[in-house]
């Protein structure tokens, strides 16, 4: 069993920065898949950016070149580095973890934080 907690969301204006750190309850450095989901009230989840087997790292075209994601593994933390902030960014932002390579085929996650808001302001 892994848990998550998410921190770093705040209320930002467009074109700010934020720094969302997720921090596990243990060892994640045989994580087969991590990420970061946001939803909006109302919408389904939608995929940020995964890292898949530590060093495959995927972004939504929304999200690319503007969010980074790392992770590290020494503090069991994954990090995502979120500039160039929009008004659409909002929303509450999951961070996830499996351990499953099924899962890591998949993009499927065993493991869920309870999530952390975050607000553009234009």
């Known amino acids: 069993q892994v848990q998550l907690q998410e921190s770093g969301g705040g209320l930002v204006q467009a074109g700010g920065s934020l720094r969302l750190s997720c921090a596990a309850s243990?060892?994640?450095?045989?994580?087969?898949?991590m990420g970061w989901n946001r939803q909006v009230p109302g919408k389904e989840h939608e995929l940020v950016t995964t890292?898949?087997?530590?060093?495959?790292?995927n972004y939504a075209d929304s999200v690319k070149g503007r969010f980074t994601i790392s992770s590290d593994n020494t503090k069991n933390t994954v990090v995502l580095q979120m500039n160039g902030l929009k008004v659409e960014d909002t929303a509450v932002y999951f961070c996830?973890?499996?351990?499953?390579?099924?899962?890591?085929?998949?993009?499927?996650?065993?493991?869920w934080g309870q999530g952390t808001q975050v607000t553009v302001s234009s």
């Open positions: 243990g060892s994640i450095a045989s994580a087969k898949i």
């Open positions: 890292i898949t087997e530590g060093t495959d790292i």
């Open positions: 996830a973890v499996s351990f499953s390579p099924a899962d890591a085929v998949h993009i499927l996650y065993t493991y």
